[in-house]
């Protein structure tokens, strides 16, 4: 079906279009695309948002880095400045198999289009990055975990657009991992995938964060997990305990990719990687 | 709209409506139908392009996001007569078959090799991932492209426009 589709060149513009009724905003397009292909939407006008943010998409900034949301996989897992500080947000970004998608998918595309099992959330649910939302009338900061709601859906407000994201820096002592189990297509979702990112001391953990995607509505931490493995070892017996408490977190549903009893069976195996491999990015 | 944009080193201007995917644009106005449509849904890699210099899927492309841009596709790789070295590579191993998916392919390659003159077996691979070949189970299209890279180094040719 037609509609309309407008490259505004400055932000002045972009918020005019959208008082318009019924628009969607377009970055790479990997999802929107896809979804109108299938029907699943049919908007009237959709607003390209990309050459509005033409600084540069990835910046340092005293303790925080400050990435656009247009930045795409493919630069993100280029950046010198993520693989410094967020390796596993780098890892994550090259999970994303194509080349193709990877130089179109972008980061804010992925956050807005809230999949369960969006690659890049892993890594950002354990940074904690703070949006930046900018609306014609006032700008705000929202914590990821709060800004999406459920799959599919956030807390982006008609108007409004989502800016960068800001993630402060953290400790370079901890060890980053990011796993994925099945790939992925268009509206699939994989199999399982988790990241954490870890800090130990004498063979103690002393700080975890642990993310799952693809076996809950939203990507998750598990927090209990992290509270209970924290001050412990990682022997078999706590991996055990570990395992049990994962399953308790996650929600998986079955599919093509695989049924619920399989995701939480992979969900559990995976705790196994936990400390087992201090640094996936070497 | 009005579209400016540059296809495989001509500069064009035209009325289009920017709501039209690249793929039928490329194919269907300008008749570059080595551009192929396996699924239309970003799942295949045949349709990719070059735009500036990176490959994309032209089936998850409207005309006016292309706008001012630089749009290469396999007819722009050869120079006159002389196949581009890894057209050249695909015709000698085999990479080709049926060839539904070979221009795809090609791209993806020319900007692996314009990144990455020197890639491994496994780095050629996962740089492909996203291209899917229903005839040759890919042996011969990693051959081809390594085998290209070779030629490239050796030969210092100059890889796209
Ligand atoms: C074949 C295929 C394979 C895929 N594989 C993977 C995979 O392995 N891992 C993965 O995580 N994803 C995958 N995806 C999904 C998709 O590529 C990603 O979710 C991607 O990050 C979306 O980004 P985009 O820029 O293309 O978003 P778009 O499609 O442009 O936008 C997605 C949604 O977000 C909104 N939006 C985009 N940017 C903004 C913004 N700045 N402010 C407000 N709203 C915005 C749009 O309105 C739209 O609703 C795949 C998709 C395809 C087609
Ligand atoms: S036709 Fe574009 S990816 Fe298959
Ligand atoms: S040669 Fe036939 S699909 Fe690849």
Same mark, same amino acid.
């Given at each position: 079906m037609a509609f309309e589709l407008l490259v505004p060149e400055d932000e002045e513009a972009l918020f005019s279009l959208m008082e318009e009724k019924d628009y969607r905003l377009l970055a790479g397009g990997t999802d929107l695309y896809v979804q109108m292909e299938k029907d699943l939407l049919s908007p009237d006008r959709v607003i390209d948002i990309t050459e509005v943010m033409a600084e540069p998409k990835i910046e340092e900034k005293k303790e925080k880095i400050s990435i656009l949301a247009t930045a795409t996989f493919q630069e993100i897992a280029e950046s010198l400045l993520i693989n410094r500080y967020f390796p596993v947000l780098a890892q994550s970004a090259l999970a994303v198999g194509a080349t193709q998608l990877r130089n179109m998918a972008t980061i804010g595309g992925n956050i807005c289009n #809230? $999949?369960? $099992? #969006?690659? $890049?959330l892993i890594a950002l649910y354990l940074l904690n990055p703070e949006l930046v939302l900018k609306s014609s009338s006032r700008e705000r900061q929202i914590a990821l975990e709060d800004f999406i709601t459920g799959p599919g859906e956030t807390e982006l407000f008609r108007g409004e657009y989502l800016k960068s994201l800001e993630i402060s820096k953290i400790s370079e002592d901890f060890s980053h991992y990011f796993e994925k189990v099945g790939r992925r297509n268009a509206l699939d979702i994989s199999v399982c995938t988790m990241g954490y990112i870890l800090k130990e001391e004498d063979g103690i953990i002393e700080e975890l964060r642990l993310a799952y995607g693809a076996v809950a509505p939203t990507v998750i931490r598990a927090t209990s997990v992290e509270e209970y493995l924290e001050g412990k070892r990682l022997n078999q017996e706590n991996v055990a305990e570990a395992k049990k408490l994962v399953k308790s977190e996650i929600s998986p549903i079955s599919d093509i990719r695989g049924s619920a009893e399989y995701r939480e069976k992979v969900a559990a195996r995976l705790v196994e990687k936990i400390g087992n491999n201090t640094d996936s990015s070497q | 709209m009005q579209l400016e944009i540059t296809v495989n080193g001509k500069h064009l201007e035209r009325k289009v @409506?920017? @709501?039209?995917?690249l793929i039928d644009f490329l194919r269907e106005e300008l008749g570059f139908t080595g551009v192929k449509e396996g699924c239309g849904v970003g799942e295949c890699g045949a349709c990719t392009v070059l735009i500036d210099g990176e490959s994309v899927l032209s089936c998850l492309t409207r005309v006016a996001q292309v706008d001012g841009k630089e749009v290469l596709t396999v007819e722009g790789l050869a120079e006159g007569e002389d196949l581009h070295p890894v057209q050249q590579a695909f015709v000698e191993t085999g990479g080709v078959q049926c060839g539904f998916c070979t221009p795809g392919f090609i791209m993806v390659a020319v900007e692996l090799l314009e990144r990455n003159p020197d890639p491994s077996r496994e780095e050629i691979r996962e740089w492909i991932e996203g291209n899917i070949c229903r005839c040759t189970g890919y042996v011969k299209i990693v051959d081809a492209i390594e085998l290209a890279a070779e030629r490239m180094r050796t030969e210092g040719e100059k890889v796209g426009t």
């Open positions: #809230a $999949s369960p $099992s #969006a690659d $890049s | @409506d920017g @709501d039209q995917r």
